[in-house]
């Protein structure tokens, strides 16, 4: 029996699981995806060196997450 | 009966083309040896009996054999010769010791002399040195692609057909083999034609003997090395001879998306007889609900792993509409149809697909940040005629950022690469796990690839982290220029 094989085995108990399964995907890169629309868009009203980091890091990070969930959720797995 | 160094200069005078076919071949690491070449005869087969199996579209053989060390020192090195045509075409070598088949497969490598001479080596390592005097039983298999040819060749669209199969009644061997017979089994028995030994065997019968389909060459006592007694025997053989050219087979796994995408793009082609005369597809729908034996090759099917989603088909024209997909959780059978029946001589290629829940396929190791990856080496069709392929690019493409990756191949592999694949959303591109084999057959199908590498998590966040940067940026950039005061008039 080869080592890896024995890898293998031995790691029976503990196989992978994405965070959100494929049929969570689509809803979480949605959701992610309307909370980064939102609070784009209330920054885009209040642009300030203040809102930047209250609103445009937090959408810019949902929408990073949001889009791959999305574009995976698609078919395109990345 | 001609003696084995005695071969490399009547084969290089009168077949210089077939070594030149096996030059253009990369076999796995080779060992050049010199022409004078010839195996030590530190060994003696003491029995040998040899299995060629017809009943598919390759012949299959295995060759159980008991070898004595007669040297007086203990020897480890094995060699099994070929002719060089032949050699080009032998796949999925393996030798096992007979009476311990649990253990790992011997260590086997391709020698040859110059790539003028026409025999070549499979050199088999011995796990551990036979003492002197000592006698071990080794089983060696392997099969031959393209080695039956449509004998005529050319035939009627519905006509029977018959194949032509030529070996040696005597084993290749490089050393001299004290008793040995060699065992045909084919698939019909409708033989035709085959060869008479005019001299009785060693135990004074005629030569062959037949039980069924089941022919029988020998016993023959004390051949020597390197001998060879050409037979040929043509039987009905009314199906297609499916051979890939080539296949390519990616495996695209996907971290974030749980995902495993498999994709196999095909070069088939039928080595059957060629048709006499034109296709006619009045002849053809006529005989489609009698279903009768044909050379042509019709359907396709593809029994995948349970689970399997999303399948596709297409060839270079577009989607092929004519394929089912039965799904299911223990299997998944994808049913092709292609756009024409393939003939003898026709060539058909296309692409197929499908995905699959990596949570199968992909385990975690328990410290660190491993992954180990099981996936099988071929998929393919499973057809009753079986299938052979001159070529197999594997082709595994991991998460971009993967390190340290290790693989076990179930097949002996020419040439391991890992290159860079770019793709989606790729900022430094994939890990790719390039493994290529010759002379693949369908019995290697569901074999699997395991491979192992190292994805830290740091890795894992590099695609949402750039595209949230873009945007990041994006935001700042609009509140920079947002400031920017354009107004001609100071500001009050």
Known sequence: MSDLQQVWDAAKASPFSPTFSKDSQFLVGAVLLTIAFVLSGVFALNRSLATLPVLAIPASLAFGFGAVYMICAVGVNV | ?492
């Open chain 2, 1 to 492: 009966m001609r003696l084995l160094h005695s071969l490399p200069t009547i084969f290089a005078l009168t077949l210089p083309s077939l070594a030149d076919s096996n030059a253009s071949k990369p076999l796995s690491s080779k060992q050049i040896l010199s022409s004078t070449f010839k195996p030590p005869q530190v060994f003696e087969n003491v029995n040998l009996v040899r299995n060629v199996n017809l009943e598919k579209g390759y012949p299959r053989e295995m060759i159980n054999v008991v070898i004595k060390n007669v040297d007086s020192t203990a020897q480890s090195k094995y060699y099994l010769p070929f002719e060089a045509d032949l050699i080009a075409r032998v796949g999925g070598l393996e030798v096992r010791d007979k009476k311990n088949t649990g253990k790992d497969a011997f260590k086997v490598e391709v020698t040859e002399f110059d790539t003028e001479s026409s025999t070549e080596f499979y050199l088999v390592h011995l796990p551990e040195p036979l003492a002197p005097g000592a006698e071990l039983t080794i089983g060696i298999t392997f099969a031959v692609t393209a080695a039956l040819n449509p004998l005529p060749d050319t035939i009627d669209q519905m006509a029977q057909q018959t194949v032509q199969y030529i070996t040696s009644a005597y084993s290749p061997s490089a050393y001299k083999t004290l008793k040995q017979k060699t065992k045909i089994k084919f698939g019909t028995i409708s033989i035709p034609d085959y060869t008479v030994i005019p001299n009785k065997n060693a135990d004074g019968s005629e030569d062959p003997t037949r039980q069924g389909s089941t022919f029988t060459y020998g016993p023959y006592d004390d051949i020597p090395a390197g001998a060879s007694q050409p037979i040929a025997a043509r039987y009905d053989y009314t199906k297609p001879l499916v051979h890939a050219t080539l296949l390519e087979r990616d495996i695209e796994v996907s971290h974030w998306g749980g995902n495993l995408a498999i994709e196999e793009r095909y070069w088939l082609t039928n080595r059957a007889a060629k048709l006499k005369n034109h296709f006619s597809r009045v002849q053809w729908q006529m005989t489609k609900y009698a279903n009768p034996p044909s050379t042509a090759l019709k359907t396709l099917q593809f029994p995948l792993k349970g689970g399997s989603v999303n399948p596709y088909f297409t060839d270079d024209i577009g989607n092929v509409s004519t394929s089912r997909f039965r799904p299911g959780k223990a299997q998944a059978l994808l049913e092709l149809t292609p756009r024409y029946p393939i003939f003898g001589d026709w060539k058909y290629s296309f692409k197929i697909g499908w995905d699959a829940d990596l949570k199968g396929f992909l385990r975690r190791v328990s410290k660190g940040d491993g992954y180990v990856l099981k996936v099988p080496f071929l998929e393919g069709p499973k057809l009753a005629e079986g299938i052979e392929y001159e070529k197999v690019e594997v082709r595994v493409i991991l998460p971009e950022g993967a390190q340290n990756v290790k693989y076990t191949a179930p097949v002996p592999v020419i040439n391991s690469e890992i290159t860079t694949h770019r793709t989606f959303m790729d900022t430094v591109g994939r890990p790719t796990l390039q493994l290529s084999a010759i002379n693949v057959v369908d019995e290697w199908r569901d074999e699997d690839l395991i491979i192992t590498y190292d994805y830290p998590w740091t890795a894992s966040y590099r695609k949402p982290l750039t595209i949230a940067a873009a945007v990041g940026s994006l935001f700042v950039a609009i509140w920079v220029i947002g400031n920017i005061d354009t107004r001609i008039g100071g500001r009050k």
